[in-house]
């Protein structure tokens, strides 16, 4: 089953990040622009397995041991 998830207001900043974070969206979306027939987030809508939110579509923070620093810094 799959989800459809529509730009909103509320929801416009985490679809942008999403955009952003997402690099052949991104470039899809540039292209669209240039062309003129983008006419913008408020047309926008992702479709995601069921479950799934814009949260889940953003790259999530590298947490690894190695990317933490000392602790003695």
């Given at each position: 089953?799959?989800?459809?998830i529509r730009?909103?207001?509320?929801?416009?900043?985490?679809?942008r990040?999403?955009i952003?974070?997402?690099?052949?969206?991104?470039n899809?979306?540039?292209?669209?622009?240039?062309?003129?027939?983008?006419?913008?987030?408020?047309?926008?809508?992702?479709?995601?397995?069921?479950?799934?939110?814009?949260?889940?579509?953003?790259?999530?923070?590298?947490?690894t041991?190695?990317?933490?620093?000392?602790?003695?810094?």
């Amino acid at each position: 089953m799959e989800t459809t998830i529509r730009a909103t207001p509320e929801n416009a900043p985490l679809m942008r990040k999403v955009i952003a974070e997402w690099p052949e969206l991104n470039n899809c979306i540039d292209s669209l622009r240039q062309q003129g027939v983008f006419p913008g987030l408020r047309v926008m809508s992702i479709t995601v397995p069921e479950g799934c939110t814009l949260d889940d579509l953003i790259k999530p923070h590298d947490t690894t041991e190695k990317n933490k620093g000392s602790p003695n810094e």
